[in-house]
Structures are given as structure tokens and as C-alpha cells.
């Protein structure tokens, strides 16, 4: 199934180009495979990974026994491949404009900290009132906002890239500030208040701190150093013309990689206990199309573009499982409830995340006709793409 294009993130064509509806017509036969084919080749991970799980159980002890401290190796080493393109794309000078648009900032640390938390504390009392640990354990999933992931998507369905890369450096910091205070408040005062049972857990600040730093210092730092060198020594050109295709296409390598591995990890419990993954995943996916609607909503309604409010929507929606997973098992054990449950959260958030990538590009021409290309969107696509109808029309988004 080909991935839907639009043409509002690309600049006008003179009127000597085609229409743009002749235009989207041809784009899909020059995407690459990755993309044309995604929701394919993510199936295919996770059924290569949840293979591996049944006719090679051991290669999911392997892989787990390499870990330092709470980060898990392999999946460390995906996700950094899989973020380094994206944040390697992001103009950090024009980020800094990001930081002046107060409806983004604050529609995103309203859904962030405080609807997503209490959405998912009611979710998980409604759905899971008599299983106290795989409750906790999708409360835990609330806290834990996406740092890392969520630049795949947001790219994918053309979202602003410097606006991304700039509210997930705000959530990391607020994930350092405010995760063990708000696990306090949403695991013992607020069920306190209500009448309902408390749990008692305590989590350790070193290792939210570790979580941040390994999942987005590291790609974030090696994205900023590659851009201020290679146009220091370079120039931009040579930089967004040759240097960002070479690497663009590891993005999703590393996510697909990400992804088979997530499932010859976890793919055992999956397969063991099916009953009481699907009891979890139901509140996800709550979670997930609640929290999306949320914020393209909310973006419409407060006049961002379509580029941030898509943004806006997918950062909302959007958890660190890896923080997640890591705090359950540190905190309760690797075989507690609590870890299936943050161990369910990856493997229904990439299908639901997929899908609703399709949702924004849907949207994107019935809601947000005629909206101006973002600088990171207009700087993806080819220049001859305006002059050249036998361009290819489609901005190289991953």
C-alpha cells in the first residue's frame, strides 16, 4: 500500500508545472521500497522477530543479557541509528524560532504532563480495575513521554522537523524534573483521594537521567556536530544534497531493526500469554487515538499548521518504552505484571503510530489546504522539483 502524499509541505510550482494532483499520481512509483512499503516491512519485522522468539527462544536471553545498567544494548544501538538521520536533518539555528511560539510550547507540556498521565491513571482503572500490576505498569507508560520514536513518525507524515526535535528535548528535560514526582502523585495520593487502592514504588532518578542522555543526548549531540561541520567545512549544499541522502535511508533500517528485535525480546510473553496482552493493549489503544486526536485538535483549533500540528499530535501520542520497560523491571522485576504491561506498550504503539501516520495525511489536505511549507519541509525537497515536471515531487522526509 503506497504511503499518501500530499503537496502542501512543498513550494509552489511556477505555472508552467503540472497540477499537483499529476504530480502525487507518479510520486508513489518513485518512492523507494522502504517507503512505498512500510506498513509491510514493519509487519515484516515484527514477524521476523516474534519467529526468532518461537524457533530460537534463546536468542531473546542473549540479547537481554546485554545490557548496562537498565539500557538495553541492542535496542540502544537501533534506536540510535534510527534517530541520528532524523535529528542529522534538523536546521538547529531555525529550531530556535520553535521557542517562540507559545501555543506549541504550551498545548504541548498540557498534553504532555498533564493530559496523557491522567488520561492513561483513567484508562487503567477503567479497563484494568482488578489487575493491580498491569495497571501500574500502563500508568508508568503514561509518565514516560516519547523522546525518541516519535521523530520517525513525525517525519514520515511530514511533520516540522525542528519542532520536534525541540519538544522532545523539552519533554527529556521535564522527564528528569517531573517522573518521580508524578509516579508518587498518580501511584499513591490521587488513588488515596479517590478511595482506591495505592502502590507503592520509587524510582531511580540516575536512571530516568541515563535513560535521557543514552536515547536522545547522544543522537542529538552527534545530529547538531554533523550539521555545524559539515556546513563549516563543506557548505550547506554539499551537506543537504549529498551528505543527508547517503545517511536518510539508516533511519529506517534502524527502526525496522529496532522493531524485530522489540519482538524477539518480548515476543515469549506475547505468544504465552495472549489473553493478557490483549487486556492491555485495549487501553492503549485508547490511549493512542485519544491522545492523537487530542493534539491535532487542539493544534487546528489554537491556528498551527498543519506541520505543527501534526508535531504537536505525535509527541502527544507518543511514549518512551524504554524508560518505561526499564523503570517497571528495576522497580518491580522482570517477570512483575508491571514489565509485561510496559513491554506491550512498543509492541502496540508501532502498528497504532503506523496508522495514524495515515490519519494525518488524510487529514492534512481536508483540514489544512493551501498551509505553507515549514523551512524543513521546503529544504527536503529537490530544487528541480519546481522547474522539472519529470522531478521527483515527493520531499525525502526519512
Do not use: H
Amino acid at each position: 500500500m503506497p504511503f499518501p502524499e500530499s503537496t502542501s509541505s512543498r513550494p509552489t510550482a511556477p505555472p508552467n508545472v503540472q497540477p499537483a494532483a499529476a504530480q502525487n499520481a507518479i510520486a508513489p512509483a518513485r518512492l523507494g521500497a522502504v517507503d512505498r512499503l512500510l506498513p509491510v516491512w514493519i509487519l515484516a519485522a515484527m514477524a521476523l522477530g516474534l519467529l526468532l522468539a518461537v524457533v530460537a527462544p534463546g536468542v531473546g536471553d542473549l540479547l537481554a543479557a546485554f545490557t548496562i545498567g537498565s539500557v538495553s544494548v541492542p535496542i540502544a544501538i537501533g534506536l540510535l541509528v534510527m534517530m541520528y538521520p532524523v535529528l542529522a536533518k534538523v536546521r538547529y539555528t531555525d529550531a530556535r524560532a520553535v521557542a517562540r511560539d507559545r501555543r506549541l510550547l504550551v498545548s504541548s507540556l498540557v498534553l504532555n504532563w498533564l493530559l496523557g498521565p491522567a488520561l492513561m491513571f483513567a484508562l487503567a482503572w477503567i479497563f484494568l480495575p482488578d489487575l493491580p500490576e498491569y495497571r501500574t505498569g500502563l500508568i508508568i507508560v503514561g509518565l514516560a513521554r516519547c523522546i525518541a520514536m516519535v521523530l520517525i513518525w513525525n517525519d514520515l507524515a511530514c511533520g516540522d522537523r525542528e519542532a520536534a526535535a525541540f519538544l522532545v528535548a523539552l519533554n527529556s528535560v521535564f522527564q528528569v524534573i517531573a517522573f518521580a514526582a508524578l509516579g508518587w502523585f498518580y501511584l499513591q495520593v490521587l488513588p488515596a483521594w479517590l478511595g482506591l487502592s495505592t502502590t507503592s514504588a520509587e524510582f531511580s532518578i540516575w536512571a530516568i537521567t541515563v535513560s535521557v542522555l543514552v536515547f536522545l543526548g547522544i543522537p542529538l549531540l552527534a545530529g547538531y556536530l554533523s550539521r555545524r561541520v559539515g556546513e563549516a567545512t563543506r557548505g550547506r549544499d554539499w551537506y543537504e544534497s549529498r551528505f543527508l541522502p547517503k545517511i536518510s535511508p539508516f533511519a529506517l533500517y534502524g527502526l525496522l531493526f529496532t522493531i524485530a528485535l522489540l519482538f524477539a525480546l518480548q515476543g515469549r510473553q506475547v505468544i504465552d500469554r495472549p489473553f493478557d496482552v490483549a487486556l492491555i493493549a485495549l487501553p492503549l489503544l485508547v490511549y493512542f487515538a485519544v491522545m492523537f486526536a487530542a493534539g491535532f485538535a487542539t493544534g487546528k483549533l489554537t491556528g498551527l499548521s498543519y506541520e505543527r500540528t501534526t508535531t504537536l499530535a505525535f509527541t502527544a501520542a507518543g511514549n518512551n518504552f524504554e524508560l518505561a520497560i526499564a523503570v517497571a523491571i528495576g522497580t518491580f522485576g522482570a517477570t512483575s505484571g508491571q514489565a509485561l504491561a510496559g513491554i506491550v506498550g512498543p509492541l502496540i504503539e508501532v502498528p497504532a503510530l503506523v496508522a495514524l501516520v495515515y490519519v494525518a495525511l488524510w487529514l492534512r489536505p481536508r483540514l489544512f489546504s493551501g498551509a505553507a511549507a515549514p523551512a524543513s519541509v521546503a529544504a527536503d525537497t529537490d530544487v528541480t522539483a519546481v522547474t522539472d515536471v519529470t522531478a521527483d515531487p515527493l520531499p525525502d522526509r526519512v
